[in-house]
């Protein structure tokens, strides 16, 4: 070991220089992010975390309801996880020489794929958006055909394969130009038709539950697509990045609605146990064996950190605890007495509109009030930038009751709900008392809340 090796101490280098973490990154990453954080109170210092909870340096606990946008489906430093880390790294395995076949990504692909009996094989990479890209690919070469069609406010990533269908203005604008794809209405079975009958399309790709604004697809939807595609031949290619591994209450999403077996499967996030990155794409045997034709193709499709031996090992870990925790089933019934609980308060409260959604991912939309006072100030809100009260809620969240949400979307009056699948009835109960007590505030017409609207309304036409 080299001396320089030697002086290194990541726990002195954290005690000497983490005070400096928004400076720091104002200076060299995204200066916008400080700068947003900042704003709405929301730079706070975490000290630790574990479960579904942060702490700060006072102590004070925080109740994770946004679990990494989806990454913590068990929670923090899930202990069967991190001794499966510990394990591999004391293990010290011949990793990723490209030029062997390793035990782990076997194993793990065979686990993924006794919860997808109609899927044969896996491809893996690092994250969602990968995950993505591999799938369409491939929906591409499999079918030979170009066009893959999307629905209206999709999120399938940010690489530019990815934000090819990606249904969101605000993200594609200055990308341009990305790959020829196009873009039809969430459940609309004749746009879908329409564009089939072009005879260009090689697949639909579709959330079972848009992570946006929390629309689930309509019930018999998605087998319906299904048959209008196979009949085109072309590929359905279900994105369970965010609503996989149990989220909603079964394994995948797509599982609620009976006879849906997609072409291609996509998974990340949760897989991960929140430490190692990954992504997996699931496909059926001739798609696999389509784009892998030959020796001379083998490499054809590959990912320089997929397979690695800590992300294997952290993906096998997830599914063990999932297995034995039953963790699926908490997402289903904690889901169910979150979102019945939460329900209940829509007649109570005018500017709660409606909520919705399935397991642990929960969408809380707001809307337009009745009452002068409030419509008034709601006016307003709206006329600066759609969106704000939406905002004015997770604020106080976080800074009277010390629980971290966040809004669904931009220019969406919707708050998303997405904690570790592993939260039970005691946090439902706290978040339930504390977005009461929000909306108590929100409804009295006076108080910080509105005060911080109007903060909020300066900001919006200062950036406009």
């Known amino acids: 070991m080299t001396s320089m090796s030697k002086e290194f101490d990541l726990g002195r280098l954290l005690a000497e220089r983490g005070g400096e973490r928004y400076e720091l990154h104002t200076r060299h990453l995204n200066h916008q992010l400080p700068r947003m954080l900042h704003t709405i109170g929301f730079d706070k210092v975490y000290e630790r975390a574990e479960g579904a909870y942060f702490w700060d340096a006072d102590g004070n606990d925080y109740l994770d309801m946004l679990a990494g946008f989806g990454v913590m489906g068990l929670g923090r430093h899930h202990p069967v996880v991190r001794k499966a880390l510990h394990d591999v790294l004391d293990a010290s395995l011949a990793d990723l020489t490209r030029f062997d076949c390793q035990p782990l990504p076997g194993l793990l692909a065979e686990q993924l794929l006794t919860h997808s009996p109609h899927l044969d094989r896996v491809f893996f990479g690092n994250s969602g958006t990968e995950a993505v890209e591999t799938a369409l690919k491939?929906?591409?070469?499999?079918?030979?055909?170009?066009?893959?069609?999307?629905?209206?406010?999709?999120?399938?990533?940010?690489?530019?394969?990815?934000?090819?269908?990606?249904?969101?203005?605000?993200?594609?604008?200055?990308?341009?130009?990305l790959l020829p794809d196009t873009a039809v209405p969430l459940g609309d079975l004749d746009a879908l038709r329409k564009e089939l009958k072009k005879g260009d399309v090689a697949?639909?790709?579709?959330?079972?539950?848009?992570?946006?604004?929390?629309?689930?697809?309509?019930?018999?939807?998605?087998?319906?697509?299904?048959?209008?595609?196979?009949?085109?031949?072309?590929?359905?290619?279900?994105?369970?990045?965010?609503?996989?591994?149990?989220?909603?209450?079964?394994?995948?999403?797509?599982?609620?609605?009976?006879?849906?077996?997609?072409?291609?499967?996509c998974v990340a996030k949760a897989l991960s146990g929140g430490y190692v990155p990954v992504g997996a794409t699931l496909g059926k045997d001739w798609i696999f064996k389509k784009v892998y034709s030959s020796m001379d193709r083998v490499l054809v499709h590959s990912a320089s950190f997929g397979s690695?031996?800590?992300?294997?090992?952290?993906?096998?870990?997830?599914?063990?605890?999932?297995?034995?925790?039953?963790?699926?089933?908490?997402?289903?019934?904690?889901?169910?007495?979150?979102?019945?609980?939460?329900?209940?308060?829509?007649?109570?409260?005018?500017?709660?509109?409606?909520?919705?959604?399935?397991?642990?991912?929960?969408?809380?939309?707001?809307?337009?009030?009745?009452?002068?006072?409030?419509?008034?100030?709601?006016?307003?809100?709206?006329?600066?930038?759609?969106?704000?009260?939406?905002?004015?809620?997770?604020?106080?969240?976080?800074?009277?009751?010390?629980?971290?949400?966040?809004?669904?979307?931009?220019?969406?009056?919707?708050?998303?709900?997405?904690?570790?699948?592993?939260?039970?009835?005691?946090?439902?109960?706290?978040?339930?008392?504390?977005?009461?007590?929000?909306?108590?505030d929100a409804h009295s017409g006076g108080g910080l809340m509105w005060d911080f609207g109007k903060t909020l309304v300066k900001q919006a036409v200062a950036n406009r």
């Open 203 to 265: 697949a639909l790709i579709v959330e079972p539950i848009q992570g946006k604004g929390v629309h689930e697809t309509p019930p018999g939807y998605l087998r319906a697509a299904q048959e209008l595609l196979h009949q085109h031949k072309a590929l359905l290619i279900a994105d369970e990045v965010q609503t996989g591994l149990g989220r909603t209450g079964e394994f995948y999403a797509y599982q609620h609605e009976e006879g849906v077996e997609p072409d291609l499967v």
């Open 308 to 440: 690695n031996a800590q992300a294997m090992a952290a993906g096998l870990a997830v599914l063990a605890v999932m297995r034995d925790e039953k963790v699926v089933d908490n997402a289903r019934v904690t889901g169910e007495l979150l979102k019945s609980r939460l329900a209940a308060l829509v007649d109570r409260y005018e500017l709660l509109s409606e909520v919705r959604g399935r397991g642990l991912m929960v969408g809380i939309e707001f809307g337009r009030p009745k009452s002068l006072k409030l419509r008034s100030r709601w006016t307003m809100l709206q006329a600066a930038r759609k969106g704000l009260f939406a905002q004015m809620v997770v604020v106080p969240l976080l800074q009277k009751h010390r629980i971290l949400t966040q809004v669904s979307g931009d220019h969406l009056e919707v708050i998303k709900l997405i904690p570790p699948l592993t939260v039970g009835e005691k946090d439902v109960d706290r978040f339930v008392e504390a977005f009461t007590a929000v909306m108590d």
């Open 138 to 177: 491939f929906a591409r070469y499999a079918t030979g055909k170009p066009r893959v069609l999307y629905c209206a406010h999709a999120f399938h990533g940010l690489t530019t394969g990815s934000l090819s269908v990606n249904g969101e203005d605000g993200f594609r604008d200055g990308f341009a130009p």
